[in-house]
């Protein structure tokens, strides 16, 4: 197609006309002169066009041009701009936060916001948070006391080092191009195509929705075992019968819990997104107080005493004193204890061999960093369910038939532990690496903050986990940490106890922790399903991409509330972490 092209004479500023082919000639002295001024500020003298200023004409150019970038805290004092930071921090995914927008704003114009949040405030608290869970809180003394200091390292060892070489490899997509926006889904589908993000969308979709489940029935376990025992609705009559008991009140808690999420996901985000610097506040608070209660346990121990008798340890919920027999009024009567292994009150009662021909010791549970219990924590004590929870250190005449016993107020196995067992308990609490990139397209150099953040917390939490491994094992008496759920210890938290300065900042920080963990489960997996839905990757998943009208996934919302049923019905901790 041909294109005729019409020279047109123009005017310069002096009135001249000139053609298209003529040259302008420069008077070098008007320039030197220009430059050689010595007046003024350093700052050059231009008459810009795209300079809108009615202070041209007095050659007055300060602070009139635009920066193209500009250091947030050359503006505004470190500290200030920090606490603004926080103020406004969140751990919603990008699309979340639209969705909140367009909730707040109906149909009035969104202004278009670039992105703003750095490293520290949009990858490194966001994965801090998620990788810092109800793990850290229930599980790592019992997996320490299990599998012995050395093991113990070597399954925080292993699977940091699984999530590091993810954080790697996700690191060389974010830095090989332009990062998109909607988290790792996208980064990966648009990356490696959508066949590649479809599988592991699917995949990391169902360990987000597992995930809800399990940080849920760490909610109602805690809840129910260390805040308020008395809610349980079923009781058990005999001690075979506790187990069966405490997973029906998981099952009924727990779909009560979740149900009241889902509700709170669904109205909106927005109150997610408020909480969410209280959440993170109480993991920050939790870690410090740890830390600083292994400190104070090497000059100041905490009084924490554990009943045993000859080497067993006993569940001390039904008896107050650590006695066969006490005196009173200057008569010889029965304890609580007595009642419990004979078959009355009185002291010709017949009573439980073992108990007869046993002493009963008080050992402190906690003797702190100094008292050199971490050599006796080295090594594993793996057994099958039911075994007997038991000090080798001290004395012991045996019964004839040991198998009667586990019936008595004793602390045994719950399940059968081994070391595969213990590294899928505990692998669920080094996730949580995506956070920061699911934020991918707030990120003002997600290049750059992605990598750096990521890697940077990876490593916070490995030392977090290696330092508590070998702290617990430091101070902490090895059947103490073997008791799972506190029973030798009227049912206290074992780390909530080694905290300072009150346990009660352990049990509340963790219970608002995997509050907030069970939210945020909630609110990405749907976004992903979703996501992966619009992609058209798997046809009968189509459906679970429409929702309301502001795109909030509200079918989504629902497959991703029955399948964490799922998860809330194995009603076991132990049962659903493997699953992820």
Partial sequence: MPTNFTVVPVKDGTGKTREGNEEEDVDGSNVLREEEDPTGDGVPKENSPFINNT?????????????LFEEEMDRHPMVSSLLDKLANYTNLSQGAQEHEEADEEGSKKKSIKSPQMGTFMGVYLPCLQNILGVILFLRLTWIVGTAGIMESLAIVGLCCSCTMLTAISMSAIATNGVVPAGGSYYMISRSLGPEFGGAVGLCFYLGTTFAGAMYILGTIEILLTYIVPKAAIFRAERKEDE????????????????????????????????????????????????????????????????????????????????????????????????????????????CNEYFVNNNLTVIQGIPGLASGVISENMWSAYGPVGMLVENKRLPSVGAIDPAKDIYLPYVVNDISTFFTLLVGIYFPSVTGIMAGSNRSGDLRDAQKSIPVGTILAIATT????????????????????????????????????????????????????????????????PRLLQAIARDGIVPFLQVFGHGKANGEPTWALLLTTGICEIGILIASLDAVAPIL
């Fill in 462 to 525: 490995s030392f977090i986990y290696i330092s508590g491994v070998i702290f617990f094992g430091a101070c902490i008496e090895g059947v103490l940490l073997r008791d799972k759920f506190g029973d030798s210890v009227k049912g206290n938290l074992v780390i909530g106890t080694l905290s300072w300065p009150s346990p009660w900042v352990i049990v509340i920080g963790s219970f608002f922790s995997c509050c907030g963990a069970g939210l945020q489960s909630l609110t990405g997996a």
């Fill in 243 to 350: 187990m069966n008991a405490l997973l029906n009140n998981m099952r009924i808690y727990g779909t009560c819990c979740l149900s009241l999420m889902a509700i709170v996901v669904f109205v909106g985000v927005k109150y997610v997104n408020k909480l969410a610097l209280v959440f993170l506040a109480c993991v920050v608070l939790s870690i410090i107080s740890i830390y600083a209660g292994v400190m104070k346990s090497s000059f100041d121990p905490p009084d924490f005493p554990v009943c045993m008798l000859g080497n067993r340890t006993l569940q001390n919920r039904q008896f107050d004193k650590c006695l066969k027999t006490e005196i009173v009024n200057n008569n010889t009567v029965s304890t609580q204890l007595w009642r419990l292994f004979c078959d009355g009150p009185g002291l010709n009662s017949t």
């Fill in 55 to 67: 202070e041209n004409d007095k050659n007055n150019y300060d602070g009139t041009n635009m920066a």
